[in-house]
Structures are given as C-alpha cells and as structure tokens.
C-alpha cells in the first residue's frame, strides 16, 4: 500500500477548505481486536491521519485518561511487538498518516535502530517520544532521518522563540503545539492563551502545526483551526468514551463514530 | 541548559518540553545560588540551629568489639526529623524562597523526605504539598499526621502501583501545569538535570564532615564508607566527601527485597538495565520491552525501581561497589545495632549495618577501619518492626 505523507495529507485537507482531524488511541485499549475496531471507526468518520500511543507503565506526560488507557492496553497484553502488529493490521486498511506517540524507554529498549526501522517497515510516518526534548534526541532523528520516519517535537506555552526556531530546524512532519500548561486530558474550555500560542509558533516556523492536549469538544477544534492551526489532535475526550462504554462495545462504536463526523465536521471551512 | 547534566552517558534531561524552561531556571538559580556568600551563611545557619548539624562520628564501641573492626556511625539520624533528608530540603527549600517560587511540591515513599518538605515550608513560609501513594498513605499514616501538622497537604496518589514512583509521575504532573509558582523539591539525587548535581551538593554537607572527623578521630582515611541506596542521596552525600581518595571503598547497598533473585526486589544496580525513568537515563528495574517494574524492600526508602545516574556511573567505572541486603538480613541488622549501641536505625539504615556487618565477617577485612552512615533512625519503623519481628504493640 502506498502510504499518504503528512505533507500531501495537509495539502489535501488545506485544498477543501479543513483542517486536519487527528484522533488517538492507546494500541491495544481496551483490547486488541476492539482497539483494531476502534481506529476503523475513526477512519470511516473522518480521520485525516492516525495518532498511536504505545502504552507506557509511566507516562508522566499524561493525565489519568490516558494512563487508564495505557493500563487497560497493558493488562490486555500489549508489548511493543504487538503494538507494530497493530500497525501493520491498521495499514491493510488505510493510507492515511500514522504517528506513533511514545515515552522513549520503549524505543532505547528495543534499540533505537531497530525501533525507527520496524516502524518504518510498519508504514509509520512519523514518531513522537514525550519525554524526548531535542536536547537528548540526536541519535533518534539519526535513525528517524536513515529510516525515513519523521521525527515530531512538541512546543509549548513555555518555549522561547529562539528554543522554536531551533525545535522547529530538528521537527519534520508537524509541530505538535500542547494546548495547556499540564499534562492530556479533556479540558473545559480553550484558552486564549492557546490561540495565542499557535500564532506565535506561525511566525517562528514554516512547518504545518497541529495542536493537542485538552482538545476535547467539536468547538475547540473550530477555534484551533480557525486560529491557523493545520490540523487538531483529540485524545482523551475519545478515550473518556472508552472507558464509559467498556461494557457495551456497540454502544461504544456508535458513540464514537457520531463524536468524530462531529470533530471532523469542526475542521471544515477553515478560510471561511 | 548550560550542562548537559550527564555522568559518563548517564543522567541527561528527558523530560515533556513544557518542564525545560522550568530546569533551565533552576539550573540557572543553582549556579548563582550554590556559591553566593548569603544563601550559604543562610543555610548554614538553618543546617546548624535547625537541623542539628554537625552530627558527631560515633566510634560504635560495642559492635567494634563484637566484630574486631573499627566501625564509625555518621549520625545523621540525629537530625530533625529523623532522617539525612531535611540536608536537602533546608537547601532547595531556601533556594525555592530565593526564586521567589510560592509553592513547593514534593513526593513521598514512606513520609521521610515528605515531612523533611513539610517542616522546611513551615519554617519559610512557603506551602507545601506532599504527594503520596494511596498504599503508603496507608501504611505510614502517623507520617501523613506529622506532615499536616507541619502545615503541609498530602494528596493521595490513586495512580499505578500507588507508591513512590507513581507519587513521582503525579509531582511531575503537578509541576508540568504549575512551572510558574511551584518549586518540585526532589527527594534524592534522581530526576532531570539539574537535580541530581543538585541534591548531591547539598547532601555533601555529610562527606565533608565526615572526612574531618575521621581523620580527627583516626589521623587517617577509612578503609569503606558504607551506606544505603534507595535514589541515592545519602550515600552521594557521603561518597562525596572520598571520592577522589581511591584507596577508600565505597560502597552502596540496596533494599534487596525477598532476594535479588526474586521478582520481589529494590536492588536496581545490582539487577536492573539501562533506561530512562523520572528524567534521567540511568539503571532501571523493567521487563523486556521496558515497562517499569515495581520494588520491593521491607524499607519504603529502598522500595524503588529507579537510581541516581551518578550511581550508575560511579558502578560502571568501577568506582564504587553496590551489593544487596534482604529484608531478612536488615531486620538482623536492625536488632543488632539497637541491641549492642543502643541505637535504633531506619529499616534504610539498617540495610547498611547489615552490609557492614558481612564485611567486617570477611578475612581479608579484618582489623579495617570502617565508616556507615546511619542516615536516619528508626522510631518511624517501630510498628512495622515489631510486626516483622512478631511482637504486638
Ligand atoms: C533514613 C533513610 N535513609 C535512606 C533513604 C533512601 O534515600 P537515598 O538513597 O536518597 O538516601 C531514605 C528515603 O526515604 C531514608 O528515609
């Protein structure tokens, strides 16, 4: 299968007038076979690209939504092997960009080469390690740049300027912007600060942004991508409808299809 | 960063990049700090009205004989609060006042390093909040009074495993939302860069002054410094004060649980791997695909996966030496040194009389000058002692 680049996936959405709607899921939550459903569900309503969290016994960059998640995952068996064997049935089938979201262990675990060449062999596009800060990153982007992964940072509320434009030179793919001062989880109400934030990273980088963290409602998506942000990453409002749902998967599905085309149709007329 | 906050390849600043700035400032106000005439005439101060310093090197007498070596014990369980702990805290807590930072957060396994927080935020009137996991904030509940009464809060951690290093991941949380006001007052010479630098000058106190008693006491060196391991400040504290004197063995001893052998252990150099946790790259106890195991040691001071960079670098250079103690083997010491000096250790500082005691045994050992730290005492252990041990109280 020919896999989609984040770069031609940004240029199809920006040509209709969207932004990106990026989901997440923990590989493997609640299950394998469900978590499989799951990511179909996002793509048959409206999925641009795909954000996969291999689950982490300690994700201090989370909040208790996503660490459920990455527990659930864990207690049903998952392991790194498996969470590729989960791209790989993903990529049978779609072509839309897959990022993969990390803590870095799992990758200096496995051996950072052998890592970034099973994810490429996979079909990952690109890798997000959460505790990586381009500080401590050079051997990764060396393999990500000898395996053709791209290889994602974060900036927040708290970066320089100057610390953006040095990110934005190591980052390939999209900058990944944290909404919040504070780890994931379903938010409330969107800051001004962040609004704020993304048209300060426009002007210290050429990269497409997408933003996440606390993304939680279809008008929080409106409001990021109308503030110029590319694209949106929605994670623990989705799997908060995981964990409410884990008795009843059909209920669960359906939950989640009408959340998305809702997130989704919050992408549309960008310009407008 | 102005370092890279590495030893050898150990250590580092793996952290989410909302927290860099946050190091880059402490980072900054350490360097200013740690040589600045008022914040030491300040500090020191607080370490000697305060906490009690010096504490004396005690030549223990009765187990000398017993073991026909010479054993010093640095008292560090002499302190307020019990513990080598409040070396640290007195040190960030006063750097967090001279940042002009409103809040202090911190973690606790057994309640140690979190009433050495609570005591120093009331003595500078900053507020504390301490967290804690749910299992420990039930096993150690007069911990959790004796923080609140010191004015500070714990927050039960209902996350994970609920012990130490799930109470960590939630100090991290904390702090990746509250950069602004919050000091994170790391309990032990782990975490990001600058921390483990950091904890480590301010536990040196202990090094220096035991290196002048000694040679005071003995016009000579040592031949071993013991002392327990847990993140490791206290024996960075003291190996410190020896570290380039190469004659010196250092070592360090780990909670070793059931036994090193079993899963049920705390012995993370002895036994665990290369990895990254809380921060830093270091030795991690973790399965194959690097999910982090949960400790074990009778010691909820030892009881955690992780250790100090430092460490590890010190190990791999061949440095230092790190050797494990079983829960069976420090309750031994325990008892043998309440027993023969009439003093009663921590459960952490009991792994080290426990480790002395081997080694002082060996042949070649005989006769040796040795040094331990007994970095606190172990009236918070009496309970759980005595359960151990099949006494009612
Ligand atoms: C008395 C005592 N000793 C040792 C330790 C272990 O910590 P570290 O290795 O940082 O000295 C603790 C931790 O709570 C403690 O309370």
Not at chain 2, 178 to 192: C, F, K, Q, R
Request: hydrophobic share 40%.
């Amino acid at each position: 299968m020919i896999v989609e680049s984040y770069s031609e996936m940004f240029q199809r959405v920006n040509s209709k007038d969207e932004g990106a709607f990026i989901p997440f899921i923990v590989a493997g939550d609640p299950d394998f076979e469900t978590s499989l459903e799951i990511v179909k569900t996002y793509v048959e309503n409206g999925a641009d690209a795909l954000e996969i969290g291999f689950a982490f016994s300690d994700p201090v960059a989370d909040g208790p939504t996503v660490q459920e998640a990455d527990i659930r995952a864990l207690n049903s068996g998952i392991t790194t092997a498996k969470g590729f064997e989960f791209i790989r049935k993903i990529r049978k089938f779609t072509s839309i960009p897959i990022g993969l979201l990390v803590y870095y262990n799992l990758i200096y675990q496995m051996g950072i080469d052998e890592f970034y060449e099973t994810a490429h062999e996979c079909g990952v596009n690109a890798i997000l390690a959460a505790d990586l800060p381009p500080e401590e990153a050079q051997d990764a982007v060396d393999a990500s740049r000898k395996y053709g992964v791209e290889q994602i940072f974060m900036v927040a509320q708290t970066t320089s300027n100057e610390r953006l434009q040095k990110i934005s030179k190591m980052c390939k793919g999209f900058l990944y912007v944290v909404a919040v001062m504070g780890v994931t989880g379903a938010r409330k109400d969107l800051k001004l600060s962040t609004v704020e934030l993304v048209e300060r990273v426009k002007n210290h980088s050429n990269l497409p942004i997408v933003v996440g963290f606390g993304i939680s409602k279809p008008e929080h998506v409106k409001n990021v991508i109308k503030s110029g942000s590319d694209g949106s990453i929605v994670a623990s409002a989705l799997l908060d409808i995981i964990t409410e749902n884990l008795k009843d998967k059909k209920m669960m599905l359906d939950k989640i299809s009408i959340f998305c085309s809702d997130l989704k149709a919050a992408t549309r007329n960008k310009y407008k | 960063m102005i370092s890279d906050g590495k030893f050898g390849k150990y250590g580092g600043i793996f952290v989410p990049e909302l927290l860099i700035p946050a190091l880059e400032e402490l980072e900054r106000a350490f360097l200013k700090y740690k040589d600045d005439k008022k914040f030491n005439q300040e500090l020191d101060y607080y370490l000697k009205e305060f906490a009690g310093r010096p504490t004396a090197l005690y030549y223990a007498k009765n187990l000398s004989e017993k073991l026909g070596c010479k054993i010093y014990l640095k008292r560090e369980d002499m302190l307020h609060t019990g513990a080598h702990k409040i070396n640290n805290t007195l040190g960030q807590g006063l750097l967090a006042k001279y940042m002009g930072k409103k809040r202090i957060v911190a973690e606790t396994g057994a309640g140690q390093h979190g009433i050495a927080t609570a005591v120093v935020g009331s003595l500078l009137g900053i507020p504390v909040e301490v967290y804690m996991g749910l299992e420990d904030v039930e096993r150690q509940k007069l911990n959790v009074f004796r923080m609140e009464l010191s004015g500070a809060h714990v927050l039960p951690v209902k996350t994970g495993s609920r012990t130490l290093k799930d109470a960590i991941n939630d100090a991290f949380r904390d702090w990746v939302a509250t950069v602004d006001s919050t000091h994170y007052l790391i309990g032990s010479t782990m975490g990001p860069h600058p921390y483990p630098t950091m904890v480590k000058h301010f536990q040196s106190v202990i090094g220096r002054e035991t290196r002048d008693e000694i040679l005071e006491k003995e016009g000579k060196l040592p031949d071993a410094v013991i002392a327990c391991v847990g993140g490791g400040s206290n024996a960075m504290g003291i190996f410190s004060g020896f570290i380039d004197d190469k004659e010196v063995e250092l070592i360090g001893v780990e909670g070793g649980g059931d036994g090193v052998d079993t899963d049920r252990t705390g012995a993370t150099l002895c036994k665990g791997t290369e990895g990254i946790l809380h921060g830093s790259f270091s030795f991690v106890l973790q399965n194959y695909d690097g999910q982090i195991s949960e400790a074990h040691s009778v010691s909820a001071g030892l009881d955690y996966p992780g250790v100090g960079p430092e460490h590890a670098y010190l190990k791999v250079i061949g440095r230092t030496n790190y050797e494990a103690i079983t829960n069976i083997e420090a309750l031994e010491g325990f008892e043998l040194l309440s027993k023969y000096e009439g003093i009663i250790p921590a459960l952490e500082s009991s792994h080290a009389v426990a480790y002395a005691v081997k080694y002082a045994k060996m042949p070649e050992n005989k006769g040796k000058t040795i040094v331990i730290n007994l970095s606190g005492r172990g009236d918070k252990d009496m309970f759980l002692a005595a359960r151990e041990m099949g006494v009612d109280v």
